[in-house]
């Protein structure tokens, strides 16, 4: 698990985001703002699409953010508002300290040559030009020569593993590898925040399981700040540190998967959850209780688990070790407090009828 | 299967449904009750009625020759077309000098036939492999044995100027439309008008402001092949995907970087597409532009058919069809020309070895020719010719051909083209227009019968009324006999695949060949006179009925067919049942088609006497009337764009009914 960096400003910050589709929105929203904020209901029927609703998100440096939701809820349209391939209708974005929304063409321009990428669902490579020049072309765009930038290509091109195909053409390519050509492009400024729109959606699910790994792979070594959009539910909790929810424009719920799955929010988010095996989701440190005053202090005996085993890998030892409770441990070895058996069993096999 | 036989009920009921009469349009019927009537009351009718009186024929002509003698002297354009057209006239001199050895700079000796012959079989090979490299080389070496070299060569040198003149031209107003709002809403008409508007319309003002010849040739040809490339430049950049621009902007591309580096590159099937109908509409306008003065082989061809010659004609016929072929598969295969990688370590010999082989070849032939003539030039006097044989075959066929030509010829005449003529003639124009109106409103409301109550109004406004219904009788009676062979014939093809595949391969060809060919065989029949020329029309608008049928058929969903087989149609009720009416969409897009070939085709068959608008225009043609010749154009393009509106409207809302979304 990718561990957050201790600087704790966040990187990217919203506060109260509106997209909405229509004519003229910023004057219709102006006016309905003054009230309470306005229904879902209520928006349709006076003939606007509201894609964001009063969105609030801050996202951690070094932090990977997962929007889930169904298609139409509004996930896309909110990465596009983060980046501003879209102009949002109201509400703030801070970006690094920056206001994204006052900034003009040649700003927003510099912070995309310097400080974001994106990947795309559909892989969106330019036909006619080859692997590395694909991956080249963000860095063309910025003015690099033509030797360095091949150079530094090639490396992003060795990164996703596509290396004795830089000369290939997208067409040439299987889906997993034109998204790796993608991946690499969006890496090759070295950008601090990374983009993914459904990057892994438009393939077969062998393929999307052996790019989940890879893509961890690459998080692992490379530590960028995330936002990553997914309809899949598994794949957002395999991937995330933190979840956020979307429903009608709206985030039902941000939180750690834990979290999500042993405390969903809203009835919708809990349908979401029913399906999930919540023992191969849940972790220890989720379920640890805190050592308590003096008179409770006393460190479980036993073997310690660790704060990152999930529940499914400590089956065996729940069954056999009839113990009440386990002491945990951090990654460092230190005791953080005490899972109790019956709750993780319960999480284990449902529910105590 | 529950789906399958769902949808098969869907077509059904969505048939009966289409089969009820629009209550809501019942005004339709009205009008054309009152056309009827007003035809059936003809005898009893005011002369006011029957034909638009002399005294509201408004003066167009006029008016239209007034404004460009205005834009011409008094506000000086002439000097700016002059200018223009004297680049125009330095560009084709070098490209003459180069090709057939016009005295002009850079005064080089013309490059030898073998060295284009080689240089075309390596430039096909290159796009398309062997065949297309056979078919390169083939056409030039049949150019040069036939001694047809120079006039060849005269038609090309003004397609290698007009070509990427048109192409700049139109990818520069097609980006300009793309970027603007405004800028499209006024090229839209005009485009419509433009694409309408027969050849002749074109010619006209071309030489009042520039004259006759070559370089009038080249403009009017530039001016006739923009078109397409503007609309295909358009769609090649609204196609992009919304996704591939955004990643261009994430990547920090300028507005200009987007388009120079995303959208272009990326639209580049469809502009190449947009090259290919630049071409063709290049070469099928440079053998017209011969009734402006233009040498070459649209000039050969016309003399010769005007003076009989079948059997050279036959010759030249099929140079130009064996040019169109080449220069249709060659832009094609460039067109579809996907790129491909080399692997790592390959050498620059083999990176390049086309190049290097024509480098090879070209020096080679270039020596030869400088020590045997006959490789650098084939005279007159040297050149094979085939026109005793074509004379002979032509001839002996005619023998047994000719009784029967004769007497579908006469019976045709007398029975059926005169009566019908004569038909339309006596109907009162404002029978017509109530009959339009009427049909208007059914097809698409009070809007779609405004407009054709003001095209037909503006028809008998211009004064040309009478002409105007001898071409409409042409089309008419071509259109439907078209229909009646293209139909069954698209769907006999269409029941087979491979079948299907040939034929349109057929239709694909013979549609590249420019309208001026199909004069020779008809000529060759039936001699000269309106059979045939609707004999022409009938053979040029065959061709789109039949390919859309085909197309139609074929794109009717796999599972449609299987939900009729498991519910037991006979191959006959699935032909009427069910693919037909999935395909009339398409068809109607045939019919459209049809419709305007067999426009276009009229006109320009007037050369061999016809007495419509297609001879009024040739007499402006040689008096250069620029107002009458522009008038006799609208009126051209005002009867195809109420057809094309008509059929659009009428398709577009049977698509919609069938929910296929186009």
Known sequence: MPVAAPDTTPLIRCSNLWKLFGVEPEQYLAGALTGSTPAFGQLMSDGYIPAVRDVSLEIARGEMLVIMGLSGSGKSTLVRCLSRLLESTSGEIQVDGQDLRALDTRGLIELRRNKMGMVFQNFALLPNRTVLDNVAFPLQMRGQDRHTRRERAMEVVKLVGLEGRENYFPRELSGGQQQRVGIARSLAIEPDIWFLDEPFSALDPLIRRDMQDEFLRLQDMLGKTIVFITHDFDEALRLADRIAIMKDGAVEQVDTPDKIVLHPATDYVARFTEAVERARVVHAGALVEPLGGAADAAVPDGEPVTAGASIHSLARRLVNDAREQYAVVDDTGQCIGRLSRSIALDVLLGDAP | ?662
């Not at chain 2, 006039?151 to 397609?159: D, P």
């Not at chain 2, 051909?401 to 339309?424: K, M, N």
């Open chain 2, 1 to 662: 299967m529950n789906t399958a036989v769902a949808s098969a009920h869907t077509v059904d009921s969505l048939v009966d449904r289409l089969a009820q009469p629009a209550n809501a349009r019942a005004f339709g019927l009205v009008l054309i009750a009152l056309a009827v009537a007003l035809a059936l009351l003809k005898p009893w009718l005011p002369e006011g009625l029957m034909r638009l009186p002399a005294l509201l024929v408004l003066p167009f002509s006029d008016g239209l020759n007034w404004l460009f003698n205005f834009i011409k002297d008094d506000l000086g354009f002439i000097h700016v077309t002059r200018a223009f057209a004297s680049g125009i006239e330095w560009l084709l001199d070098v490209t003459g000098n180069l090709l057939y050895g016009k005295r002009r700079w850079p005064r080089l000796e013309p490059i030898p036939w073998t060295v284009i012959a080689v240089s075309a079989a390596c430039l096909g090979y290159w796009l398309g492999g062997w065949r297309l490299a056979l078919l390169g080389g083939a056409t030039f070496v049949w150019i040069a044995l036939l001694g047809q070299w120079k006039w060849t060569m005269e038609t090309l040198s003004v397609i290698v100027v007009a070509v990427p003149l048109a192409v700049l031209l139109g990818l520069s107003l097609g980006v300009a439309a793309w970027k603007s709002r405004r800028v499209e809403a006024v090229l839209n008409p005009l485009l419509n008008i433009a694409q309408s508007l027969p050849h002749f319309s074109y010619m006209i003002p071309v030489v009042v402001f520039i004259g006759v010849g070559p370089k009038s040739g080249a403009i009017v040809t530039i001016i006739f092949a923009v078109p397409p490339m503007i609309r295909m430049t358009l769609l090649g950049l609204r196609k992009v995907a919304p996704e591939v621009v955004e990643s261009g902007e994430m990547c920090g591309a300028t507005r200009w970087q987007l388009l120079r580096y995303v959208r272009l590159p990326t639209a580049r099937t469809e502009i190449l597409v947009g090259v290919n109908q630049v071409i063709m509409q290049s070469l099928a306008m440079v053998v017209l532009a011969s009734f402006i003065g233009m040498p070459g082989l649209g000039q050969k061809l016309l003399q010769l058919l005007q003076s009989l010659k079948i059997g050279r004609s036959i010759e030249i016929g099929i140079t130009i069809v064996l040019l169109a072929v080449m220069l249709d598969r060659f832009s094609k295969a460039w067109a579809v020309r996907q790129p491909e990688h080399f692997e790592r370590g390959t050498s620059w010999v083999s990176r390049h070895q086309v190049l290097l082989v024509w480098v090879v070849l070209t020096a080679g032939v270039f020596a030869l020719a400088q020590v045997f003539p006959l490789a650098a030039e084939i005279g007159r006097r040297q050149a094979f010719t085939l026109s005793k044989e074509f004379d002979a075959v032509v001839g002996w066929m005619l023998e047994f051909i000719d009784p029967v030509t004769l007497a579908i010829r006469a019976f045709l005449i007398t029975q059926v083209l005169i009566p019908l003529r004569d038909a339309y003639l006596w109907l009162p124009f404002t029978s017509v227009l109530m009959l339009f109106a009427g049909i208007g409103w059914r097809v698409g409301g009070w809007r779609s019968a405004a407009s054709c109550f003001a095209y037909v109004a503006l028809i008998a406004l211009s004064g040309w009324w009478d002409r105007a219904m001898i071409t409409a009788y042409m089309v008419s009676f071509a259109v439907f006999l078209s229909a009646l062979i293209g139909l069954p014939l698209g769907v006999w093809a269409g029941r087979k695949e491979t079948r299907a595949q040939r034929v349109l391969l057929a239709c694909d060809t013979m549609q590249t060949f420019p309208s001026f060919i199909y004069l020779i065989p008809v000529i060759m029949l039936f001699g000269v006179n309106d059979v045939a020329a609707i004999a022409a029309v009938i053979v040029f608008g065959t061709v789109p009925m039949t390919r859309y049928t085909i197309e139609g058929l074929r794109g009717v969903p796999e599972n449609l067919l299987e939900a009729a087989d498991m519910s037991g149609a006979s191959e006959g009720q699935k032909l009427w049942r069910v693919s037909l009416p999935m395909a009339v969409p398409t068809i109607m897009v045939g019919l459209n088609q049809t419709v305007m070939f067999s426009l276009f085709m009229v006109i320009i068959a007037a050369f061999i006497g016809t007495q419509d608008l297609g001879q009024e225009m040739q007499r402006a043609l040689s008096s250069t009337d620029v107002g009458k010749g522009l008038v006799l154009g609208l009126c051209v393009a005002f009867m195809g764009l109420m057809v094309d509106h008509l059929i659009g409207k009428w398709g577009a809302e049977r698509s919609r009914l069938l929910g296929i979304t186009s």
